[in-house]
């Protein structure tokens, strides 16, 4: 029932900007931890940045500095606002939401960083 829907992914070039929103609808309870994954040709799935509820956050290194993720827990929302986007982000990023042993997944976003 839980419906997840990332959005915002585009085409940027090196050294610009995007802002990812994943909307968790259909929700009865707030989720622990939300999270942002990228998935690029060729490599796996890798873990790019989460926030639990009380608002505690861990970035993959590649991304420190750049990246900042956020969430709304009364609208059930996470964002991750992508600074300073280099061609090696370029990949899918799909959003996940947890709560107890669910895990909800959205369909992704495409993020293309190119000159």
């Known amino acids: 029932q839980v419906q997840v829907v990332e959005s915002g992914g585009g085409l940027v070039q090196p050294g610009g900007s995007l802002r990812l929103s994943c909307v968790a609808s259909?929700?009865?309870?707030?989720?622990?931890?939300m999270a942002w994954y990228r998935r690029a040709p060729g490599n796996q799935r890798e873990l790019v940045a989460s926030?639990?509820?009380?608002?505690?956050?861990e970035y993959a290194d590649s991304v420190k500095g750049r990246f900042t993720i956020s969430r709304d827990n009364a609208k059930n929302t996470v964002y991750l606002q992508m600074n300073s986007l280099e061609p090696e982000d370029t990949a899918v990023y799909y959003c996940?939401?947890?709560?107890?042993?669910?895990?909800?997944w959205g369909q992704g976003t495409q993020v293309t960083v190119s000159s």
């Open positions: 996940n939401c947890n709560r107890l042993a669910y895990n909800y």
């Open positions: 259909g929700s009865r309870f707030n989720f622990y931890k």
């Open positions: 926030i639990t509820y009380s608002g505690n956050t």
